[in-house]
């Protein structure tokens, strides 16, 4: 199978990493890549929402299947341009249709959707600059924290909690009238805060059928602690330690199954990853968010679990045949820690020499912002590399990734290194 992946962080990495041990990839090319995607297949110098010149490599190259890393292309209709194509109907695209995508670019979307299908998620309500007053209205009849969300896609950035009413306030109408996420935030969900601990879960969908991947947890705050500034994360681990079989059964039967029929129900065709941002209030789950695609860096400790075939598995998704393949993990546990430029997830620089990778061995590194020239690699973005490492538990796990980290160097590299400090 000769399969094009879009995209080019540590997710499209770890995902070239895995599809490259498959037997039945023939060849495999990444647009536009990074430099760690070229051990494992043909970097393509190709914007992920460039469809036209997708179409004209697609076809040049004889390509069997896109893979969709990144969330942009999906919610811009990559998989509706490729259906609507005589060329290329017949080429599958691993990821969700315009429609669907809307779980992760739409928050009222996404939330209705909930409010329609009885899946468990915090009371909100939803605003625009014309009925700012109302929103003001709703944020009087709420307690601190407050939530306030960017309806759009905002760059992992579109999401504030607030301690006060009058900065919740300031925010609605800075994010409304003022566009302070531009047409992001057009529109903005007012959700009631539920106090609890986060993790991710993860199923892959055919559109009938599902299979559902290793649970993990993420820490997106820059500073220990879970301090200071949103980032788009700064380690992961799996498996949860308290994601016990009782819990992660409620997240089945609550809102894997129902989302899953939901979607069908509402005749929208979703074919590839939904990712579920749940939270456990007192061993209850709720869904923060819903995403169309893998997270990342949750990738890079989901997918070195996964002792399946990604490649067959994708081709269930296509086929329609997901139910028919079988899905093995990994019981050790795998844990990764992000080391990002100084200065993110504000300004940083660029072009800073990485040394000392060669030199890791109990671990694997993906590469998340990253570039190439010769044999030197330079960083190229706010998180550079995900490090992440197999142990017997999440504590061993984390201290081979941390082991390995502190023998690679790039100027003012900056990490986290208290990822796992909740849960251990």
């Not at 879970?226 to 997240?251: C, E, Q, R, W, Y």
């Amino acid at each position: 199978m000769r399969v094009l992946l879009l995209g080019s962080g540590g997710r499209e990495h770890a995902f070239a990493w895995k599809m490259a041990q498959s037997s039945i990839l023939e060849e495999l090319f990444i647009a536009p890549g990074n430099a760690g995607t070229r051990n494992f297949g043909k970097n393509v110098d190709l914007s992920v929402n460039d469809f036209e010149a997708i179409k004209d490599f697609v076809l040049k190259n004889t390509i069997n299947m896109v893979v969709v890393g990144p969330e942009d292309p999906l919610v811009n209709g990559i998989v509706d341009f490729f259906l609507a194509d005589e060329e290329l109907k017949n080429i599958p695209v691993i990821g969700p249709n315009k429609k669907a995508s809307q779980l992760e670019g739409s928050k009222d979307f996404a939330k209705e959707f909930m409010k329609r299908h009885n899946i468990p998620t915090a009371k909100y309500g939803t605003f625009t600059k014309d009925t700012l007053d109302k929103g003001y209205a709703f944020l009087e009849k709420m307690n601190a924290p407050y939530v306030l969300k960017a309806d759009g896609l905002a760059a992992g950035k579109g999401v504030l909690i607030l301690q006060t009413l009058e900065e919740a306030k300031k925010e609605l109408k800075s994010m409304l009238a003022d566009a302070k996420f531009g047409d992001a935030s057009s529109r903005v969900v007012i959700e009631q805060f539920l106090d609890g601990v986060e993790l991710s879960c993860f199923v892959i969908t055919d559109g009938d059928g599902f299979k559902n991947l290793p649970e993990a947890k993420d820490y997106k705050r820059i500073g220990e602690g879970d301090t200071g500034l949103n980032t788009g994360g700064m380690g992961a681990l799996s498996p949860v330690p308290f994601a016990n079989p009782t819990f992660l059964d409620k997240i089945q039967n609550q809102i894997s199954i129902p989302t899953v029929k939901g979607l069908r129900r509402d005749d929208i065709l979703y074919k590839g990853f939904i990712f579920f941002g749940i939270i456990n209030v007192k061993n209850e789950p709720y869904v923060i968010e819903y995403n169309c695609r893998m997270g990342d860096p949750e990738t890079e400790v989901v997918l070195p679990r996964l002792k399946s075939d990604l490649l067959d598995l994708f081709e269930g998704v296509a086929t329609n045949t997901l139910s028919e393949r079988d899905i093995q993990f990994d019981d050790r546990s795998v844990a990764t820690v992000m080391m990002v430029s100084g200065g993110y997830p504000k300004a940083y620089e660029k072009g800073k020499t990485i040394y000392g990778m060669n030199t890791v061995s109990d671990s694997i590194i993906f590469h998340a912002g990253t570039k190439a020239d010769g044999p030197v690699v330079t960083t190229n973005g706010g998180r550079v590399l995900a490090v992440s490492s197999y142990g017997k538990d999440v504590a061993t796990a984390l201290k081979k990734s941390y082991e390995s980290v502190s023998k690679i160097e790039f100027e003012k590299a900056n990490y986290r290194k208290d990822i796992g400090f909740d849960v251990l």
